[in-house]
């Protein structure tokens, strides 16, 4: 094989692996952030603009969603909502915040959300928006 192809081969082959291992890293949770923007941007919303995004995190405590609903607030969200669901007893909390539906910004949103919902045995159930055109 010339050195030039073996190279080239060489090259693709690193390429491929870095590009796998980053995606790996990604979270599943990052990976439906991703197709959420892509969704918004097919029914024709500008994702360049600010939206008003809404946020869902669950806890089977009253008492632990209260203190991350605080924390959230002290992070700049609005809380529309710490609720009990009747049907199954778990609490919802429900924030807001304005921001541009860009794709890293939302993995990191991701990412601080879910940690603060882990601290109190919580998960963070994803955000969502209506588009803005």
Not at 79 to 91: A, L
Not at 100 to 114: G, I
Request: glycine content about 6%; proline content about 2%; some cysteine.
């Amino acid at each position: 094989m010339k050195p030039l192809r073996l190279l080239t081969c060489a090259t693709l082959v690193i390429a491929w692996f870095a590009a796998s291992t980053v995606f790996a890293q990604t979270s599943i949770a990052e990976q439906q952030d991703a197709r959420v923007i892509e969704t918004l941007r097919q029914n024709g919303a500008d994702v360049t603009k600010v939206h008003d995004i809404d946020f869902f995190l669950v806890f089977t405590r009253k008492d632990d969603a209260v203190a991350i609903a605080e924390k959230i607030s002290a992070l700049g969200y609005q809380i529309v909502g710490v609720d009990q669901q009747p049907t199954n007893k778990q609490c919802e909390i429900h924030a807001k915040r304005k921001m541009v539906p860009e794709l890293q910004a939302m993995q990191a949103t991701t990412r601080a959300l879910q940690s603060l919902a882990e601290v109190r045995n919580g998960y963070y159930d994803g955000w969502g928006t209506v588009g803005v055109k």
